[in-house]
């Protein structure tokens, strides 16, 4: 058994670690409620944004309408760009969008993978390492978006995404992230960036006669790349609110792991204690009983 001092050492770090972890916890329930509103009032706007482009874009024929971004080309080049946070303690949060974009790498896209025509952009400095230590081909980084993340900030690397395609660096992008569903669960997900995606029933489009003005390819036009950058924005600021609902979870946990932690190391220093004062006693005793002898 420990003796009492090693014992008394290990309960004040763990004490000192649960101090650590509720404070995090905090802080993270603190972020999580703020992102959580942005979040909250961004999906039904893109929801609503994504459903008008798809109406609109369902009646189109992409070969006479003629915008690269809706245009679909054979698969030779794949741009996977993987959103992680900056810091780690949040559970699984950035394993899981690394295994998922090695997934995708060598199984859905392994032809082109094994040609060296998979990249990756990364944003967040986690899965950024985890794919680097992994000598994965890394196009751009960007690990400081998350400390003020705007509209404005994300529309600059969604519009570099549109001008990689629209050059044909890539035929196809795609974003990996985790879908913020409650504080508790994060869903991975995987979303195709570009080409936009038209969908295949052509019944997709309204039901109501509308009289579309200057007319429907003009409004597809500026609604595209105004869609683009609101998709980007709302998957970055999905990521960030599941970061913090992650690390949350997590810090709860380690918190509760702690306390159950020092009521044992609580339970054994009293155990060697007693022992102890047992054994003191028993020599006192011992010893009375000599000199009466």
Do not use: W
Request: proline residues 2%; charged residues 20%.
């Amino acid at each position: 058994m420990a003796n009492l001092k090693e014992i008394r050492l290990r309960i004040n770090s763990v004490s000192s670690t649960k101090q650590i972890t509720s404070a995090m916890k905090m802080v993270s329930a603190a972020k999580l409620k703020k992102a959580q509103d942005i979040i909250l009032q961004l999906r039904p706007y893109a929801n609503k944004l994504h459903s008008i482009l798809t109406n609109l874009t369902a009646s189109l024929d992409p070969s006479s309408f003629g915008n690269e971004l809706l245009a679909e080309r054979e698969v030779n080049k794949v741009l996977i760009v993987s959103i992680s946070s900056n810091r780690g303690l949040c559970g699984a949060f950035n394993s899981n969008i690394s295994k998922q974009t090695q997934l995708l790498a060598n199984e859905k896209y392994a032809t082109q993978f094994a040609a060296g025509n998979v990249h990756f952009m990364t944003i967040g400095k986690k899965v950024y390492d985890l794919l680097r230590a992994r000598q994965y081909t890394l196009l751009s980084s960007d690990n400081h978006i998350f400390e003020n993340l705007t509209f404005d900030a994300t529309a600059s690397i969604a519009q570099d995404l549109m001008n990689m395609y629209k050059n044909q660096e890539y035929d196809e992008i795609l974003l990996v992230y985790n879908h913020f569903k409650n504080a508790a669960v994060q869903e991975l997900q995987v979303e195709q960036f570009l080409p936009i995606p038209i969908p295949e029933n052509s019944n997709a489009t309204q039901s109501t006669d509308y009289i579309l003005e200057p007319g429907r390819e003009a409004i597809v036009t500026e609604l595209i790349p105004r869609t683009l950058k609101v998709q980007l924005f709302n998957a970055l600021a999905d990521s960030y609110t599941s970061e913090q609902g992650a690390r949350m979870v997590a810090m709860h946990k380690a918190t509760d792991n702690a306390t159950e932690m020092i009521k044992q190391l609580k339970l054994t220093y009293n155990k060697a204690r007693q022992a102890s004062i047992t054994k003191e006693i028993l020599e006192v005793v011992s010893g009375a009983e000599s000199l009466h002898a």
